[in-house]
């Protein structure tokens, strides 16, 4: 059964992917423009609920029809934007990238993509502007919906009754329950995923079914469409990243979309008639082809200049993409979509075929590791800082929760002397601190857990696992048992203290952090959380006698060095500096502020060498990344500082003496 044509609805998408381009392009003012994909979410659970429901209401209802519809709507343009993106890739992506991007194409073109970048998400994870296809997860996570949602429909009227709103409601106040439980617990799995996610779709759902309650009310119709858009405009002006999202702060643009589309339904309001304003229909007629369009052109054009783009060229690539959305519409959405078109006879092997030729394409540049012969020795040598600059042999260690222990240092000098405890940031520093340790004949640890500084009775939401706590909780134990005397902390210390990272980005990890003596979450929490917990660890690891050496943080870019190196090269421009020391000191002004009043510890501050050449840090040396990304330092970077250690390990090889190391002033 056809469904009537709403215009409102089109401009209600138009209004949708206006905020999530607007908030991707990094427009100042729209700092909760993600939530144009939450309406994205109501709008396909509205419309899909409509065309269902008057199916089988008139007892004709087909899920291989329901599943055809589908395929025509979504994976001709789909597929197109993947096989362009990954060309585009070939022609200017490095191998590790080209990698990622590979992988992800795979994953999206079977609807997978979500699971796959919360599965990946991790602190060596690329980060989200260079990954170009991070935003096809909201179309996963529609494509799932589009599996389950006719089998349930059939489900519900066959055993049932007929029950739907019962069905619907129930469901939604279980994923609405997991929404909430999760985005505390185990916030990547809350956004990425359907379970979490399920809720936003329902409710379009069923605000699609028959309500009396707004029938034939104008004036209540038109206060409730009113309150949908304030809501919507809300949280698209009001929300930042520091949100915590899904959760309850879903709320507001889903009710929000939700009473302008119930709103509209039987008796239309002036706000559903401002939606049709031409213009805006316009545009929602081509967001489904804006949306995929959008992201990889903006990184892949990132990417290319290797540096953020200025808001002039995000204008223009913003106009770009409008117009190669629009031409997406027209010859290769338009044309799949009407009923004599490409698939009509064969359209679940054909969309199988696509799907398993982009697949295919996608492995073999896997498997060929990129196709690295693309470039040249030179180019390749500069790209071999971007591997980890941590090589060790596994320690012999007795407990499991210490996660990753390795031996540094020279190993024909007994029992281990040190340990170097931290995050990804101390594995990057553990070269610095091996050469330092080699020159006095002394041997060590290295223990490393990614995205977990070394702060017992600090947790950060993303754990969900525990993990992280449990090898904090571990260490004391182990130094006790293995003697050690000289403890040395390295991590992203200023990671989640601030919304913003200081060096251009416009974007940080941010998360929330608690500890025994608070759950508020906010930044300022964050930030005292992180106070207590250093002034705590220093307190507890001094009270059993052992000397506290902390690395300070080090200098970040505003994008990977490695690359932005190589691809300067290869295009014959020059380097882009490195970032100012007036940035570098507002990024880190609270940690240096909290060792300036931790007693106890010695300090080793990388930044004192790196940044010798007045105002801007270096961040290439002789040619060569001092970097393997924006944040950790390369094997090359690690021991160009490796001078700083020294005095820790002389004082050690002499006597075990704790000579303190002045804070820099």
Not at 7 to 32: E, K
Not at 328 to 343: A, C, D, M, T
Not at 455 to 474: F, M
Request: charged content about 15%; aromatic content about 10%; some cysteine.
């Amino acid at each position: 059964m056809a469904l009537s044509y709403r215009r409102d609805i089109d401009g209600l998408r138009g209004l949708a992917v206006a905020a999530v381009v607007l908030y991707h392009y990094g427009v100042p003012g729209l700092t909760g423009g993600y939530v144009g994909v939450d309406v994205f979410f109501v709008l396909s659970g509205y419309l899909m609920m409509s065309l269902v429901h008057k199916d089988l209401l008139a007892g004709d209802f087909s899920i291989a029809q329901f599943y055809e519809r589908r395929i025509r709507r979504i994976l001709p343009a789909l597929v197109a934007m993947l096989l362009a993106t990954l060309a585009c890739g070939l022609a200017i992506l490095f191998p590790r990238p080209l990698v990622s991007l590979a992988k992800t194409t795979a994953a999206a073109a079977v609807f997978a993509a979500n699971g796959a970048f919360w599965w990946r998400t991790g602190y060596f994870a690329r980060a989200a502007d260079q990954m170009p296809l991070l935003h096809l997860w909201s179309l996963s996570v529609e494509g799932q919906f589009y599996v389950i949602f006719p089998l349930l429909m059939v489900f519900t009227a066959r055993r049932a009754a007929g029950r739907y709103a019962l069905v619907l409601w129930l469901l939604a106040a279980a994923s609405f329950g997991v929404s909430l439980w999760s985005t505390s617990r185990a916030p990547g799995a809350a956004f990425f995923l359907l379970p979490s996610r399920l809720w936003e779709l329902l409710a379009g759902a069923i605000a699609a079914l028959p309500s009396p309650a707004v029938a034939g009310h104008r004036h209540r119709n038109t206060a409730l469409a009113i309150a949908g858009l304030a809501l919507i405009a809300a949280a698209a002006f009001g929300y930042s990243m520091t949100t915590p999202f899904p959760g309850a702060a879903a709320l507001l643009p889903c009710a929000g979309a939700t009473l302008v589309l119930a709103a509209g339904g039987s008796t239309p309001t002036i706000v559903n008639r401002g939606l049709g304003w031409p213009p805006l229909v316009a545009l929602g007629r081509i967001s489904y082809s804006l949306y995929l369009w959008h992201w990889p052109a903006y990184v892949l054009t990132s990417y290319e200049l290797a540096r953020p783009l200025s808001a002039a060229e995000a204008a223009s690539l913003m106009a770009l993409t409008t117009g190669l959305a629009a031409i997406s519409w027209k010859y290769i959405e338009e044309p799949f979509r009407k009923p004599g078109g490409v698939l009509l006879r064969r359209p679940f092997i054909a969309s199988g075929a696509a799907a398993a030729v982009t697949v295919a394409l996608a492995l073999a540049v896997v498997f060929t590791a990129g196709l690295p012969g693309r470039f040249g020795h030179e180019t390749l040598a500069i790209l071999a800082a971007e591997e980890p600059a941590t090589t060790c042999d596994p320690a012999s260690i007795p407990s499991a929760d210490l996660g990753l222990v390795c031996t540094i240092g020279s190993h024909g000098s007994g029992s281990p002397s040190f340990v170097v405890w931290g995050d990804s940031h101390a594995g990057a520093i553990s070269p610095a601190v091996e050469r330092a340790a080699l020159k006095y004949g002394l041997s060590g640890e290295l223990s490393v857990m990614n995205d977990c500084p070394p702060l017992p009775g600090l947790v950060r939401a993303r754990w969900a696992d525990g993990s992280c706590e449990r090898r904090n909780d571990a260490m004391l134990p182990h130094l006790r048992a293995a003697g050690i005397k000289t403890v040395i902390l390295a991590a992203r210390w200023a990671a989640g203290l601030d919304a913003v990272d200081g060096y251009g980005a416009g974007r940080s990890h941010l998360f929330w952090q608690y500890d025994g003596e608070s759950r508020e979450r906010s930044l300022e929490e964050n930030r005292r959380v992180f106070r207590r917990a250093l002034i705590r660890t220093v307190a507890i690891l001094r009270a059993e006698g052992l000397r506290v050496v902390i690395v300070g943080p080090v200098p970040e870019s505003s994008f990977p060095v490695a690359e932005m190196l190589a691809r300067r090269r290869l295009r014959g421009r020059p380097v882009e500096p490195g970032p100012t020391m007036a940035a570098f000191e507002m990024r880190n002004r609270l940690v240096l502020d909290t060792f300036r009043s931790s007693p106890g510890a010695e300090y080793v501050f990388p930044h004192q060498l790196l940044c010798t050449g007045g105002e801007r840090c270096a961040i290439v040396r002789d040619g060569r990344p001092l970097y393997s990304d924006d944040d950790h330092l390369s094997r090359l970077g690690a021991e160009s500082v490796s001078g700083l250690f020294e005095p820790v390990f002389e004082s050690i090889a002499a006597t075990g003496a704790a000579n303190r190391l002045p804070l820099p002033r």
